[in-house]
């Protein structure tokens, strides 16, 4: 719906946040991570991903700025861009993620776009693919990235609408709740990705431990057996003499 709404809107009179404010010189970057570790590369990936997307944007002399989700990412790159630091959730994901705390960060993003702090915002997260695979994902919020399927069905005759009122306005009270409805989804697919990531490196952790006890064990059972039989040879060796 947003992209037909988009493809029939005055590029002149839409919305910011779909258009953009015209520049693209500051660079605000959401980071996803996990709160907790022992999940094997999921946070990682989302650190270096973040590192290297800094670098990119560096060397086209943009300037950057980060909003963190998460703790494990923020303390891994404190070091090298604390000084990038927009603002830091934690505490939202895991098995109790909300709309509502989504809808917090959307508003954060809003606010900072329209007070001119960044022109365009990029989200870096995990998706879940399935239990043992996470993919990194990179989403632009602002301006944003609408389907356009509807629009060119529209064009062919096939799909055709009328809205009251215009698209501008319809837009305007669509595409902020669009930000919230994509950060909403992001947390969901990190929490996915981060539970099935930590089930992965839970179960190979209890996997290699068991290897490890059984070759242990066999150590033990062997030195055992040598230590008696060098004691039988003894005690035998010893009558023999007598």
Known sequence: MIGNLASKADAASAPQLLVGNGKDQTHLLVVMS????????????????????????????????????????????RREFGDLYLDQYEGLQGTSVSYSDAAKIADTIRTGFEAGEFDVCTLIFNKFKNAITQ?????????????????????????????????????????PRNLSTQMYGALLESSAAELAARMTAMDN??????????????????????????????????????
């Open 135 to 175: 993919e990194i994902t990179l989403t632009q919020l602002i301006p944003a990235e609408v389907d356009n399927s509807d629009a060119s069905h529209g064009d062919a005759g096939t799909v055709s609408y009328e809205y009251e009122p215009e698209e501008d306005e319809l837009l305007a009270s669509l595409l």
């Open 205 to 242: 952790a209890t996997r290699n431990a068991g290897e490890l006890i059984d070759r242990l064990t066999l150590v033990y059972n062997r030195t055992r057996q040598a230590n008696i039989t060098s004691e039988l040879i003894e005690i035998i060796s010893g009558a023999e003499a007598i």
């Open 34 to 77: 996990a709160d907790r570790g022992l999940c094997g590369g999921f946070n990682g990936t989302v650190t270096r991903q973040t590192r290297a997307e800094v670098a990119r944007l560096r060397a086209e002399n943009k300037t950057v700025k980060l909003l963190m989700v998460g703790r494990k990412s923020a303390d891994a790159l």
